[in-house]
Structure formats: C-alpha cells, structure tokens
C-alpha cells in the first residue's frame, strides 16, 4: 500500500487549505481512512475518518476540529480529502493519511505526511 | 473521550536490556481496538501491535503486547540499536480514536 499526501504549505489564520491523499496498492473503496496530525516536538492527534461507500462514507471528527475540517473521498480517483477552514496557529502540524485495517480498526499504513504551517 | 496515558515519559536503557512501556486508559477499551505503533525521527509512524497483542506485518517476535481492560503494556525483549524510537498506544471507541502522549525510548 501506498499513500501520498499534497496540498500542504502556509496559510493565515482564518483561512482554508484541501488536502489530499492519493491511494495505490490496496482496493481505496473497500477502505476506511482517516487523517491524523502532529504539531512540531508533539505527539499524534487524531483527526477524523470516513467509512466506505459501502458502510456509508460516514465521517467521525475529533472535538477541536468538528465544524471547521471536513474529510471526503473519491472513488474513482482513488483520493482522500482533507477541507480544512477558519484555520487556527494551533492547526499547524504535518497531517497524515492513513488506511483503516478492518481487523480491530488500527491506522495500519500510513503516508509521510504534508506540513501546514498556520501562521500571519 | 477515552485518554491515554503512558508511562515513563521517557526510559533509558541499553541494547540487549528488556523494555516495558505502559498504557492506562480512564475507561475500560476492548483489546480488540487496543494498538502500539513506533515512530523514528522524520518518518511516519509504523502499526507495531493491534488487537492488543496480535503484532503487525512484518513486525519481529521481539515485540509484545499485553492487557486488558484499562492496562496495556508493550513490551521488548532485547532491545536491538533500531528500537530506540517514541512509541504511542492508541484506542477505538467505536466512534473516536484517541492516542497516548508516547514513551520515547532513548539509549541509555
């Protein structure tokens, strides 16, 4: 399995950024991913997930992000994608991709990451 | 929201020694959604163990994992040079995923 994440770069506070994740190696449709993210020196936070078409392409966001990033995939495209608005300093981070196992639901591959650096 | 909290901060040791890497939930998490991962310097992390104790691809029978209910542990055996690392735990709640603050490992 492959992911590759783009989109990331500098940005002012308030503003928006997409993200996205291009998937090779493994059936994207059939998968459950989600975006997780570490601010410099720090550990993991997790972001949000989306479900597959198939259980419903549902997502899931953790608190601080919840009304402001929105996570959506394509298909067909093989993409994963991360809307990101009203931008704060502390959403400054590299932001992963990773690709949900269907045994117990662990973060099993996992792309190298972009920087968004959120700053005036 | 289930929190994690791992233990030591930080530990020191040497190759060959034995690592011990403690994790303590604040509500009871099903070892089915229990899972260690490894991260390097610059690199991404890298799935170690899921299913609390089942370890992942390509993962070398050195690392183990054990727990349940709210206490989990990774441990490894004889530490080889490519070990020295930060290691999280992570859960799933079913809805959320939440991590640990990581244990890095450092030689002693």
């Known amino acids: 399995a492959h992911l590759v994440e783009s989109g990331g770069g500098l940005v002012k506070p308030g503003g928006s950024l997409r993200l996205s994740c291009v998937a090779s190696?493994?059936?994207?449709?059939?998968?459950?991913m989600t975006w997780v993210r570490q601010a410099p020196g720090k550990g993991l936070e997790w972001v949000g997930r989306?479900?597959?078409?198939?259980?419903?392409?549902?997502?899931a966001y953790a608190a601080p992000m919840k009304g402001r990033f929105s996570i959506s995939r394509d298909d067909s495209r093989n993409t994963l994608y991360l809307q990101m608005n009203s931008l704060k300093t502390e959403d400054t981070a590299v932001y992963y991709c990773?690709?949900?196992?269907?045994?117990?639901?662990?973060?099993?591959?996992w792309g190298q990451g972009t920087l968004v650096t959120v700053s005036s | 929201e289930i929190v994690l909290t791992q233990s030591p901060g930080t530990l020191s040791l040497s190759p060959g020694e034995r690592a011990t890497l403690s994790c303590r939930a604040s509500?009871?998490?099903?070892?089915?959604?229990l899972a260690w991962y490894q991260q390097k310097p610059g690199q991404a992390p890298r799935l170690l163990i899921y299913?609390?104790?089942s370890r992942a691809t390509g993962i070398p029978d050195r690392f183990s994992g054990s727990g349940s209910g709210t206490d989990f542990t990774l441990t490894i055996s004889r530490l080889e040079p490519e070990d020295f690392a930060v290691y999280y735990c992570?859960?799933?709640?079913?809805?959320?995923?939440?991590f640990g603050q990581g244990t890095k490992l450092e030689i002693k």
């Open positions: 990773t690709k949900v196992s269907g045994s117990g639901y662990p973060l099993e591959f």
């Open positions: 509500q009871s998490v099903s070892s089915t959604y």
């Open positions: 299913g609390a104790s």
């Open positions: 992570q859960q799933y709640d079913g809805s959320q995923y939440t």
């Open positions: 989306i479900k597959s078409k198939t259980d419903g392409a549902t997502t």
């Open positions: 190696g493994f059936t994207f449709n059939h998968a459950w």
